[in-house]
């Protein structure tokens, strides 16, 4: 699971911190010192580590912490509130339409795990109640299209394509027009990926949105990837907007950096994260629930 060798980390300078019954400013600069470098050895970005260090400092060098009866559990309570702020406190939830018929575009690099992750998102929305349809837009790969389709068919949710058009928006507004008359109340629209950002995908991308103008867009991004992945959710947001992120493959070794740096970063949520290659491995993003599983 991602994580393992900052919690290691964070852990082991809390340990310290506890053992001690009165913490001085020096134990406090040393122990944030500790906590920069394993936040920077996690592939924090530079920036968000800086005032996440400052931020803490600040809060734990008040006399209210150091004249207290536990002041390492203080300091650890305020990381641990500093954590969660940092990946966007409350969870962020799915905007459904008001209207009954909600339209999701899925938007990102290739191989970051776009498709997989319409069918896991389609499959989440099936167990909650939601009739979806999944579209194929990819007009460049007639592969990614039967792939959006084996996918339907796992999880049991019908795909619409137009293999002979070459106009994603044409597709896009075509599924719109086609779900809604069957009664479908979610569309999830996936889109061509590209190793890069590039003028083209960005255009096409434009195209579709205005279309169809989704509720969300949401962009799939690879924690694997780490900064890599925090420039993406940035260059996506700046040219197309983006609504919130999918964060995929945190249950393999990524050092976790891009699930603290997104927020900050791009100002945009987490909204999800992918935990497993199966149909059923993703999770509603819980910064709570992540920050307790990073310092133990
Ligand atoms: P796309 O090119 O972005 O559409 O990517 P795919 O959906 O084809 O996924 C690329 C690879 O990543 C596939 O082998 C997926 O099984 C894998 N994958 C996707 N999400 C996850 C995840 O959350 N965890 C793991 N371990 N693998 C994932």
Redesign the pocket.
Request: hydrophobic share 25%; aromatic share 0%; net charge neutral.
């Given at each position: 699971m991602a994580f393992e060798s900052l919690s290691d980390k964070l852990q082991g300078v809390f340990k310290k911190l506890k053992g001690k019954g009165v913490l001085t400013e020096a134990d406090i600069n040393e122990a944030m010192r500790e906590v920069k470098l394993a936040l920077l050895e996690a592939d924090v970005n530079f920036k968000v580590v800086k005032d996440f260090v400052s931020a803490v400092k600040e809060k734990s060098l008040g006399s209210d912490v150091l004249e207290s009866l536990t002041p390492g559990q203080q300091v650890i309570k305020i990381v641990n509130d500093e954590l969660v702020g940092l990946m966007g406190g409350a969870n962020s939830k799915l905007t459904y339409s008001p209207r009954g018929f909600t339209i999701l575009l899925m938007v990102?690099?290739?191989?970051?795990?776009?498709?997989?992750?319409c069918g896991k998102l389609a499959n989440y929305l099936k167990k909650n109640g939601k009739k979806p349809m999944l579209c194929a837009c990819d007009i460049y790969r007639p592969a990614?299209i039967d792939?959006l389709e084996v996918v339907g068919k796992t999880v049991d949710v019908p795909v619409f394509t137009m293999r002979d058009c070459k106009e994603p928006e044409v597709i896009a507004e075509t599924a719109v027009k086609e779900a809604e008359l069957k009664g479908f109340d979610v569309l999830i629209v996936d889109t061509a990926?590209r190793l890069q950002i590039d003028e083209a995908l960005m255009e096409e991308l434009v195209r579709v949105k205005k279309a169809i103008k989704p509720h969300e867009i949401l962009l799939?991004v690879d924690a694997m990837t780490g900064q890599d992945a925090v420039n993406a959710a940035a260059g996506f947001d700046d040219k197309l907007g983006i609504d919130g992120v999918i964060m995929?493959?945190?249950?393999?070794d990524a050092r976790g950096g891009a699930a603290l740096s997104v927020k900050q970063v791009t100002g945009k949520p987490i909204k999800f994260i992918?935990?497993?290659?199966k149909f059923d491995?993703l999770e509603p993003f819980h910064p709570e629930r992540m920050a307790s599983r990073i310092l133990g």
């Open positions: 990102g690099l290739q191989g970051t795990g776009k498709t997989t992750t990614a792939q990926g799939v995929t493959k945190l249950d393999g992918g935990v497993g290659e491995a």
